[in-house]
């Protein structure tokens, strides 16, 4: 069964900062690339973009725009979980953010989350 549950948003001013976490069954998390991902109202057709990559054994990671500089993206294997640490925040990071394992997430009727609120207003 995969489950994925995200946590850790909430409502921060700009230049806040927030850490997300993602716990994932075990056939998600376990040898997979996994990777954070972002709904925001600006999103086309409402769908997720990447945000941040980390490989397997965390030593590769890689950002897309404006994550590059400002996000940190980790995971513990032992807990089945990836984080995506976020500083200096702005309002267009408002968004529900959800992890995934890269390869399911490209996937038409992949499985996803609930995901977490993050909104950056003041």
């Known amino acids: 069964q995969r489950q994925l549950v995200e946590s850790g948003g909430g409502l921060v001013q700009p230049g806040g900062s927030l850490r997300l976490s993602c716990v994932a069954s075990?056939?998600?998390?376990?040898?997979?690339?996994m990777g954070w991902y972002r709904r925001t109202p600006a999103s086309e057709r409402e769908e997720r973009e990447l945000v941040a990559t980390v490989t397997k054994g965390g030593d590769d990671t890689n950002y897309r725009g404006s994550a590059q500089g400002r996000f940190t993206i980790s995971r513990d294997n032992a807990k089945n979980t990836v984080y995506l640490d976020m500083k200096n925040l702005k309002p267009e990071d408002t968004g529900v953010y959800y992890c995934n394992d890269v390869v399911s997430a490209i996937m038409r009727d992949a499985y996803w989350g609930q995901g977490t609120q993050v909104t950056v207003s003041s």
């Open positions: 075990r056939n998600i998390f376990a040898n997979n690339v």
